[in-house]
């Protein structure tokens, strides 16, 4: 029988090895903008092992958030018993996942921070003068955010280094909001990127002018094809969304606005929907977006984007949508006075069918309020009270949990990991610590990461080489 050379054995072995870590990276996702994707869905197919989240770091903020709006009043004309906040749209320390790096934007620092995967600590901060609401968009290895000093940034994403920043406004004019000065036009929509322009709105009060602006992404200008500058009257606070055609921009206890994503023309208003939660989904050959409101009252409801309305979710306040079935969390909220004030509330989570009419799959009640939720490596996640959890989209069952400080408000998986933004400005990881192999620093193991090993594991005929015990483990 013929030996085969221990040199034979390591190429064999690396082919293999190839095979697995190239196979590994066609299928680990990224997360590189709020909620996953300019449609805000939520939604992935990252491979996740539950076994291996009982291991992590937390990053811990010296104070909680710095909201832009306080809570909502103590009542409300049109709610019952009150209101609650309907532009609660910066309530944690969001985050964007790329490669090795995370990285989140801070109301308390007024800055973007870059924070390793496996250990949490913390490469590098770029500073600006005014909060950071959401996490930066990550772009053709550049990251895009704004802040409410007015300003757009792009910075490098290997070093936080300043590429460029815009400003539509201006204006240096500043004013008290919630405890802090800010610009008139602060930017608190965060940013989209597609197809090689950056899309935000700069606005306060519906009162003044708001900007809608369309920049390329490569240079800052808002000058060419399809890029503008166009001002308005409404106050976008949330998230913006970004379909082939729209652009919509929620606005809390206004009704969102859409506007043509080519030419920043208003195409109207989204009726009858409110809140800053919002998603888009992909029905054939149309777009349809999904409002939770901010009220205990509410409703979500799911529109076209020409307007129509497609289904409506009662009570509706969290959801996500993978392939035919809508996951949906909702509450309900009551007052009785019979026997002096007595308030009764229930959680639900729900599973609906969408090919056929939003039919129940299932639904159960929930032991605490929901206030986040994401589809993950094929589960549910969901973000409550002092705890986070993972479910089965089968029939909603736990199949994991893990207590948190505070209450999750969002939620990210990347590179087979688990994120939990909380607001009490936790932000914790789950899963494992292992060293990557992003070997060039670039933010993803790709083919010049591959050949880098292959080539430093073929030198290994000798035992005496530096490493060749970890590279032949």
Known sequence: MQTVRPQDKRLIAFVWMFIICFSATTIAEDWPTYMHDNARTGV??????????????TYQSPVPPMRAWSDGPRWDAYSTGGAVPMRDFDTAFFVTVVGDNVYFGSSVTNSVHCLDISTGAQKWFYHTNGAVRFPPSHYDGKLYFGSD??????????????????????SQRVLLNNGNLITQWPIRTGTAVQEGKVYFAASLVPWESTYLCAVDAATGSDSGSNL????????????????????????????????????????????????TFALLTSDGSSTGIVFGSGKFSSWGSQLTGNNDKIASYPNGKYLVVADDTSYVVTETFSIETTRGYKYNYQAKLAALD???????????????RCFSIIHAGGMLFTGGIRQVQARSITDGSVLWSKPVHGRVRGLAAASGRLFVSTDTGRIYMFGSSSVSSDFDGNGTVDADDLFRLAGDYLKCTDPATPNCDNLNQ
């Open 149 to 170: 000093d007015g300003y757009v940034y792009c910075i490098t994403a290997s070093e936080g280094s300043l590429v460029w920043k815009y400003n539509p406004s201006a």
């Open 44 to 57: 992935s197919s990252e491979p996740l092992v539950l076994n291996k989240f009982n291991s992590g770091w």
């Open 228 to 275: 503008y500058k166009v001002s308005g009257g409404i106050a976008p606070n949330g998230a913006i969304l970004a379909s082939d055609q729209y652009l919509y921009l929620p606005q809390g206890r206004y009704s969102p606005h859409v506007f043509n994503r080519l030419t920043g023309a208003s195409a109207g208003t989204l009726s009858s929907a409110a809140g």
């Open 354 to 368: 969408r090919a056929n009419g939003g039919a129940v799959k299932w639904d159960l009640n929930l032991d605490t």
